[in-house]
């Protein structure tokens, strides 16, 4: 005698699985990002009184004007400050006024 397996319907398998659903739909939006600029003269010009840092994209590090690594890491940009603070970007602990020890050599 073979045993009848109960089926759901459609209406039951949607009220089952929409608390899943609509979970997963409320995502936070992310951080705007911050405008990047190739060359310090734009950034400066699109900033106005804002200081200019130079963003380290890879890890979102940001370096000050008197940072040696202002202008230098591989895979960077200048931007706002106010715009890569706002992006979720921070700034280096180096030797632009944190204490910090300065690595002997560039980031990469």
């Known amino acids: 005698m073979m045993r009848r397996v109960p089926t759901l319907s459609l ?9 899943f659903v609509t979970a997963r739909a409320q995502v936070t ?3 705007p990002e911050a405008r990047t600029f190739a060359v310090e003269a734009d ?9 200019v840092v130079w ?14 690594w202002y202008g230098k890491t591989k895979e960077g940009a200048y931007a ?4 890569a603070d706002k992006a ?15 690595p002997s050599t560039p980031p990469k």
């Open 11 to 19: 209406a039951a398998v949607l009220l089952l699985t929409l608390p």
């Open 80 to 83: 706002c400050k106010s715009e």
């Open 55 to 68: 963003v380290n994209k890879k890890n979102g590090i940001y370096h000050l004007k008197t940072s040696r």
């Open 29 to 31: 939006p992310a951080a």
């Open 88 to 102: 979720g970007h921070h700034q280096a602990k180096d030797a632009s006024g944190t204490g910090a020890a300065t």
């Open 43 to 51: 950034a400066t010009k699109a900033c106005g009184s804002d200081p």
